[in-house]
């Protein structure tokens, strides 16, 4: 049985090498870290307008916002069974003080519509193949193509996270709607 020695060099390379994938990947990480909480900063405090097919004449505390646009999988993108269940977690404790609604742009709306009615959102939706939601309210790009809003009765954006994704952000939407907190904060980012 042969006894293999490395050479100093060798051994000095491939830790090189790895020490600098882990700098690299690092970095990257941090700037899109960043990237994602610039866009959540320059977000929070808007005041954005509601497309007029869901302008409810009833005045609600605070409405959530589920925007997707362009989902590869409508149903699988839209976790609906936790949305109902959340839905009647808020309405159970607040009441009817929060309003739902769904902005949906999509090649298939059809599916869409006929999943948002399988779960009584329908009423509460909107769906098209071209919506133009993030750009009439001059919401920047680097939010993505699925976030959920936070506003106020001003239509002032409040929050923003999934709250059926993360616990922080289903907390921190809690903290608005049961009156712990009033002003705008910067929520965890999942």
């Known amino acids: 049985m042969a006894v293999r020695f490395f050479k ?3 051994i000095m390379h491939k830790l090189i090498l790895i020490l600098t994938l882990i700098v690299v990947t690092g970095t990257f990480t941090s700037c899109n870290n960043n990237r994602i ?31 997707l646009d362009n ?19 808020v309405q159970r404790t607040y009441g009817d003080s929060i309003n739902f609604v769904f902005i949906i742009s999509t090649k298939n709306p059809v599916e869409a519509k006929s999943i948002l009615s399988m779960y009584k959102f329908d009423r509460d939706a909107i769906i098209g193949d ?17 976030f ?23 907390e921190n939407f809690n903290r608005f709607f049961s009156g712990k907190v ?7 980012i999942k």
Not at 82 to 88: H, P
Not at 148 to 164: E, Y
């Open 37 to 67: 909480e610039n866009a959540v900063r320059s977000t929070l405090g808007k005041t954005i307008s509601m497309p007029y097919e869901v302008q409810d004449s009833t005045i609600r505390k605070f409405t959530i916002i589920r925007y």
């Open 130 to 146: 071209n919506l133009s939601f993030c750009k009439d309210n001059g919401l920047t790009e680097d939010l993505g193509k699925d």
């Open 148 to 170: 959920v809003l936070l506003i106020d009765a001003d239509k002032r954006i409040v929050s923003i996270g999934n709250p059926c994704e993360s616990q922080k952000a289903a």
């Open 182 to 188: 009033s002003t705008i904060r910067l929520p965890y």
């Open 8 to 10: 100093y060099s060798d």
């Open 71 to 89: 989902p590869v999988c409508t149903s699988c993108q839209l976790h609906m069974g936790e949305w109902r269940i959340y839905r009647r977690q």
